[in-house]
C-alpha cells in the first residue's frame, strides 16, 4: 500500500486527486497540506510514502520544500505535479531530488501510474520536459566524465535512460538483480546525484551515453 501525502494550495484539485487515487486499491491519502511550512510539519506524524507537491503556494515553492523534506527525509519520494513546463523550473526540482515531474494536464491514469513508478523507486519525467532539455541542455562529454564510468556502468545508465526497472536491466544484460543494484549505486555515486530523475538529466544534458530512439 502506497501512503501518500497530497501538497497544493487548491483544496478543489486535492479533493479531485484523493478521489482518482483512493479509487485504487494499492493506494490511500493519509494526509494533505495547502502549504510547504504545513507539509512540513505534518511529515513526523503522516509518514508518507510518496508525496504528491506542488510548486506555486503561499509560503514558497515545492521546489525548496523538496528540497528541505529530501534532507531530512530521504527516503521519502516526491512526485511534483504541476502546471510549468519550463525548464527552470523542471531543472531546479530534479537538482533538489524530486523523483518524479509530470503537469497538470496529464490524464489522470498517467498521474496514478506515475505515483506507482516513483513509488517503485523509479523516475518519471513528462515527455515534454524530456524533449526541453534536449533542447537547451546540448554539449559535449568532458574527458573525466567520459573515464568516470565503466562500459558496463554505461550500458546500464542507458538501460536507466530508457526508463527500465532494475528486474529489466538484470534480464537485459544477463546479470542478477544485485549486482543491478551495485552498478546503479555507483553511477549515483560518480555522478554524484540522488535520484533516477537525476540520473537522466545529467545523461542527457553531457550525453553520457547514446540516446534511446525517440529522446
Avoid at 504545513?38 to 503561499?58: G, Q, S, T, V, Y
Avoid at 513546463?85 to 497538470?104: N, P, T, V
Amino acid at each position: 500500500m502506497i501512503k501518500l501525502m497530497l501538497v497544493d494550495d487548491h483544496a478543489v484539485l486535492r479533493d479531485g486527486l484523493r478521489n482518482i487515487l483512493e479509487m485504487e486499491e494499492d493506494m490511500f491519502v493519509a494526509g494533505e497540506a495547502q502549504s510547504g511550512e504545513e507539509a512540513i510539519r505534518r511529515m513526523p506524524d503522516l509518514k508518507p510514502d510518496l508525496i504528491i507537491m506542488d510548486i506555486n503556494m503561499p509560503d514558497g515553492n515545492g521546489v525548496e520544500v523538496t528540497g528541505i523534506i529530501k534532507n531530512r527525509y530521504p527516503d521519502v519520494k516526491i512526485l511534483i505535479l504541476t502546471m510549468h513546463s519550463h525548464e527552470e523550473y523542471f531543472m531546479s526540482a530534479i537538482r533538489e531530488g524530486a523523483d518524479g515531474y509530470i503537469l497538470k494536464d496529464a490524464p489522470s491514469e498517467q498521474v496514478v501510474e506515475a505515483v506507482r513508478t516513483v513509488a517503485k523507486g523509479e523516475s518519471v519525467i513528462h515527455p515534454s520536459m524530456t524533449r526541453k532539455l534536449l533542447s537547451f541542455h546540448q554539449q559535449k562529454k568532458t574527458d573525466q566524465e567520459e573515464k568516470a564510468l565503466t562500459e558496463r556502468e554505461k550500458e546500464v545508465l542507458l538501460c536507466l535512460v530508457e526508463g527500465m526497472s532494475n528486474k529489466e536491466i538484470a534480464n537485459k544484460l544477463y546479470i542478477s538483480d544485485k549486482t543491478v543494484k551495485i552498478h546503479v549505486s555507483k553511477i549515483f555515486r560518480k555522478l554524484n546525484v540522488k535520484s533516477r530523475s537525476q540520473v537522466v538529466i545529467q545523461a542527457v544534458q553531457k550525453q553520457l551515453v547514446p540516446l534511446p530512439p525517440g529522446f
